[in-house]
């Protein structure tokens, strides 16, 4: 069981060769240097170009996603593409538990269960966040899971963070990387809520400030604070035509699901595939 201060919430996707990559140690590598980096800017100019093929890759990937309910618009927005086109399916092998509703069980995800399912999602305990660290890291690591011998592909989901979380955060993840180097890992930026949640917003531009300083071109970067803003278009907080949440929480909107969703794929497509497949 990993140990984490429980002040710091942690927001992060997982995908990558992360240890060597973030020490800047020996095994910096002409891979590294290529990272791929999605914000907004590159989901209108690359989106396109994922291929039936590259799709096909992806579907063959084992995927373990942990989060609240940003990860479930994030799903939302990948059923809605599929259904425009069939092209665009990731969901067809996917399956949900809600470990935070059982209390933190993580007995309700079934030991066998990426023999039936490529992808298995899970919503997270809550609260602390950093809890949902040590859920995944069970997951990977102890019995009866075992995942860490069989996913590539590990993704925690947050939507909001703290600059403070950090170090933390790249530690972990050097860890992670270590003890599982056929898992890739993709960082993460934290999401943004509407302009009530100003505060919120504003931390987590700062830890997304972070990760594209420190990160960006070393890993492949999803930076879910760009897309959700359009590049910062409307400030730290999401664009307003991405959501109807009266809560200002989640991006709820077809618009907004669908950009997540695009980001997702492309993010996926160039860390697995960096060149075209037919």
Excluded at 4 to 29: D, V, Y
Excluded at 258 to 268: Q, S, W
């Amino acid at each position: 069981m990993i140990s984490f201060p429980q002040s710091l919430p942690l927001c992060f996707f997982a995908i990558a060769a992360f240890a060597p990559l973030i020490s800047g140690s020996a095994g910096a590598s002409e891979e590294a240097s290529a990272a791929p980096y999605v914000d907004s800017k590159a989901i209108k100019e690359r989106f396109d170009e994922i291929s039936a093929g590259d799709m096909e890759l992806l579907r063959g990937k084992k995927m373990l996603f942990a989060s609240r309910s940003f990860g479930l618009n994030l799903f939302k927005g990948l059923t809605a593409l599929s259904k425009k086109d069939s092209k665009y399916d990731l969901v067809s092998s996917y399956e949900r538990y809600n470990v935070f509703k059982e209390g933190g069980n993580l007995g309700i995800i079934p030991a066998d269960a990426f023999d039936k399912s490529n992808i298995v999602h899970f919503l997270a305990t809550y609260h602390p966040h950093t809890k949902r660290l040590e859920e995944v890291n069970d997951l990977l690591g102890e019995g009866p899971h075992g995942f860490g011998k069989s996913v590539d592909v590990v993704i925690v989901y947050f939507h909001t963070a703290t600059p403070a979380l950090f170090e933390t955060y790249k530690t972990t993840l050097e860890r992670w990387q270590s003890e599982y180097p056929n898992v890739k890992f993709i960082a993460v930026t934290s999401g943004f809520m509407g302009p009530k949640y100003a505060k919120e917003n504003d931390a987590s531009q700062a830890f997304g400030e972070l990760v594209r300083a420190q990160l960006k071109g070393k890993v492949p970067v999803y930076d879910l604070g760009a897309i959700l803003s359009d590049d910062f278009r409307v400030g730290n907080q999401f664009c307003p035509e991405y959501s109807a949440d009266p809560a200002e929480v989640h991006p709820n909107l077809p618009a907004g699901e669908e950009m997540m969703a695009k980001g997702f794929l492309l993010i996926l497509k160039e860390t697995f595939a960096p060149q075209p497949t037919p």
